[in-house]
């Protein structure tokens, strides 16, 4: 007998209004535990009135048919395993539309790598060994790199660096590029180093003019030491056989004469010279054409500045080379005008020239037939023409010799011989190259003519105690005076005090030196007597044109002064008691126009502790 739980139909209203005997059904209860009791139903007695529903008794055609295709049937499950084969590679081959095209692809080339909008990955290709796909060589290489040896197939990771399915062992420099194209595959390269890597483009900002930007012309900074060998200056050599990379084209109203204020100073520092130097700096010079800046000190080696603002050079004023000369304690270096030779000499018995276009250094050992009285070259001075030498020679007692020798065949030409008690302190070319002006340490100055080979005329300096430095600048009209055409003259004393002479007012009353028999007058009054120096002036330096000049000495700190031309006065707002000078011990003008911009002249003073400051006067 089969025990189950009775599930009864709900009783309706129909069900409900039937007759008794109709709504009764015979039940069965068979005795259980306690808790519980079973309810038997007898199926066969069960009877329901006329209020069920007659549809569900048979299924009609269409829901007999929707059950048989969601369900199947058994039919159905008979007849396909009799159609069921295992040979499936058989129905695939047979039926070319179920083929997909990649199966003859490699393992890597199954993944996608998710890109940005717009962005495309092209094919990878081998990059150089040198450089790495960079312009610039790689600053390292490491020589076990082509020893190593790499299985790509052995390691699970490396895999996807193959190329194909065969590839397997790589050495040290493959498997350094695959690694980076995988990175460069993952992490697409931005557009900052896309620029970096690539050439710089033919057209750069410049400083002005048509300034060459060829690839030849990017080095900077190239330094030279040698030892008593000549050095390699091809990046110089280079630099400096296309003048047109440091020549500026004049602006407009460059052409002019501008006039200076005076008393107060139009004036703006500028970036330093990079670095410092390991000694003071006792010669500073600028050249004639080219925007460069020549420097040397008792640490035997000679500095060659760029001056260039940031950018587009990579710093501010940058090193273009440097040359170090084993055992010789520079004290003068120049630039020979009209040429991209360089002079340079030491407290020895021999000069250097370097010539910065072969980069060949020219050793001169000796002047032919006066070694005696030349035994040290330290102090000389090239003509405003670049065609001649003045070399001061071994002071004597009572007096002092200046050999001039020729340039272009470094033989001796000339010699002009001076009494003066204590010797020579200084002398200096007209700015006509066509004399020497020589200051005694007594105080009296003596005019020398090449032409003539003698002294034309000498005269005494006012009040002058111990002459220690003299200057000439300007220039006048009288362009056949006998003295050469420089207005300025002026004199330094070790008492500090300074004389600035008007050579100009000299020529315009000729009459009056009609009885002295010279062109000037034998104790002429200076124009202007400056004592806001306290200590022996060590360097004087006049402008381009004439219209300023810089008084300083090195035994006092920022000891330095600005005078004005022609009025002879000293400015008032420069240099004041901020203004980073130290001790100077070098000095030297540039003019606008080398510099470029709206610029009357450049100012660059060194001093003991091995800087280089630059001022720009407007």
């Known amino acids: 007998m089969a025990t189950k739980t009775l599930n009864r139909p709900a009783a309706t209203l129909e069900t409900w209004n039937?007759?008794?005997?109709?709504?009764?059904?015979?039940?069965?209860?068979?005795?259980?535990?306690?808790?519980?009791?079973?309810?038997?139903?007898?199926?066969?007695?069960?009877?329901?009135?006329?209020?069920?529903?007659?549809?569900?008794?048979?299924?009609?055609?269409?829901?007999?048919?929707?059950?048989?295709?969601?369900?199947?049937?058994?039919?159905?499950?008979?007849?396909?395993?009799?159609?069921?084969?295992?040979?499936?590679?058989?129905?695939?081959?047979?039926?070319?539309?179920?083929?997909?095209?990649?199966?003859?692809?490699?393992?890597?080339?199954?993944?996608?790598?998710?890109?940005?909008?717009?962005?495309?990955?092209?094919?990878?290709?081998?990059?150089?060994?040198?450089?790495?796909?960079?312009?610039?060589?790689?600053?390292?290489?490491?020589?076990?790199?082509?020893?190593?040896?790499?299985?790509?197939?052995?390691?699970?990771?490396?895999?996807?660096?193959?190329?194909?399915?065969?590839?397997?062992?790589?050495?040290?420099?493959?498997?350094?590029?695959?690694?980076?194209?995988?990175?460069?595959?993952?992490?697409?390269?931005?557009?900052?180093?896309?620029?970096?890597?690539?050439?710089p483009a033919r057209k750069r900002r410049r400083l002005s003019g048509d300034i060459s930007s060829s690839d030849e012309e990017a080095g900077y900074a190239d330094d030279m030491d040698v030892d008593n060998e000549v050095p390699n200056t091809a990046p110089l050599a280079k630099l400096l056989q296309d003048a047109q990379t440091l020549v500026r084209e004049p602006e407009k109203g460059a052409g002019k004469k501008r006039k200076i204020r005076p008393e107060t100073l139009d004036i703006q520092r500028t970036k330093d010279i990079p670095g410092i130097q390991p000694s003071a700096i006792t010669s500073l010079s600028f050249h004639s054409k080219h925007p460069l800046l020549l420097s040397s000190g008792p640490s035997s080696t000679l500095y060659l500045h760029h001056l260039a603002s940031s950018p587009p050079a990579p710093i501010p004023n940058p090193l273009l080379t440097s040359l170090h000369i084993h055992g010789a304690p520079l004290s003068t270096t120049a630039f020979q005008p009209h040429s991209t030779r360089i002079f340079l000499s030491a407290r020895r018995r021999f000069f250097h020239i370097w010539d910065l276009e072969t980069g060949q250094v020219e050793k001169i050992t000796r002047v032919y037939g006066h070694q005696h009285e030349q035994r040290s070259m330290e102090r000389f001075k090239l003509s405003p023409d670049g065609k001649s030498m003045a070399l001061l020679g071994s002071a004597r007692k009572g007096g002092g010799v200046i050999n001039i020798l020729s340039t272009a065949t470094l033989q001796w030409q000339s010699q002009v011989r001076l009494e003066s008690r204590g010797g020579i302190a200084e002398f200096c070319w007209w700015r006509d190259s066509r004399g020497l002006c020589i200051a005694g340490k007594n105080g009296e100055i003596s005019e020398w003519s090449v032409a003539e080979q003698r002294i034309?005329?000498?005269?005494?300096?006012?009040?002058?105690?111990?002459?220690?430095?003299?200057?000439?600048?300007?220039?006048?009209?009288?362009?056949?005076?006998?003295?050469?055409?420089?207005?300025?003259?002026?004199?330094?004393?070790?008492?500090?005090?300074?004389?600035?002479?008007?050579?100009?007012?000299?020529?315009?009353?000729?009459?009056?030196?009609?009885?002295?028999?010279?062109?000037?007058?034998?104790?002429?009054?200076?124009?202007?007597?400056?004592?806001?120096?306290?200590?022996?002036?060590?360097?004087?330096?006049?402008?381009?044109?004439?219209?300023?000049?810089?008084?300083?000495?090195?035994?006092?700190?920022?000891?330095?002064?600005?005078?004005?031309?022609?009025?002879?006065?000293v400015f008032k707002n420069w240099p004041t008691d901020k203004t980073p000078l130290g001790r100077v011990t070098g000095v030297a003008f540039c003019e606008g126009s080398v510099v470029g911009g709206d610029v009357y002249a450049a100012l660059a003073v060194a001093n003991e502790q091995g800087k280089i400051r630059v001022w720009e006067m407007r």
């Open 456 to 569: 034309v005329a000498r005269w005494q300096d006012e009040g002058a105690v111990g002459t220690t430095t003299l200057a000439l600048g300007g220039q006048h009209e009288f362009v056949k005076s006998p003295i050469g055409t420089d207005r300025w003259i002026s004199i330094g004393s070790s008492s500090g005090i300074v004389n600035i002479y008007d050579r100009r007012a000299w020529l315009a009353e000729p009459s009056k030196l009609a009885t002295v028999g010279q062109p000037t007058p034998t104790n002429p009054s200076p124009a202007k007597t400056l004592d806001h120096l306290t200590t022996p002036t060590s360097h004087l330096a006049f402008s381009h044109d004439g219209q300023m000049m810089v008084m300083a000495s090195k035994w006092k700190r920022d000891a330095l002064r600005m005078v004005h031309l022609p009025s002879c006065t």
């Open 18 to 199: 039937a007759p008794q005997e109709t709504r009764q059904t015979e039940l069965q209860v068979r005795p259980g535990s306690d808790d519980e009791e079973e309810v038997v139903e007898n199926d066969s007695e069960i009877e329901f009135g006329p209020g069920h529903d007659d549809e569900e008794e048979a299924k009609d055609d269409d829901e007999a048919e929707l059950e048989r295709l969601v369900f199947g049937d058994s039919d159905g499950f008979r007849q396909n395993l009799k159609n069921f084969s295992l040979d499936t590679e058989k129905d695939e081959g047979e039926d070319g539309a179920d083929s997909t095209g990649l199966e003859g692809l490699d393992d890597a080339a199954l993944f996608v790598t998710d890109l940005a909008p717009g962005e495309v990955v092209g094919p990878a290709t081998t990059t150089d060994d040198e450089g790495q796909g960079s312009r610039h060589p790689a600053a390292w290489e490491d020589s076990d790199d082509e020893r190593l040896v790499v299985s790509l197939a052995t390691v699970p990771r490396l895999r996807k660096l193959r190329l194909s399915e065969a590839d397997d062992l790589v050495n040290g420099k493959e498997y350094s590029k695959r690694l980076q194209r995988q990175f460069e595959l993952l992490t697409p390269r931005p557009e900052w180093a896309t620029h970096a890597s690539q050439k």
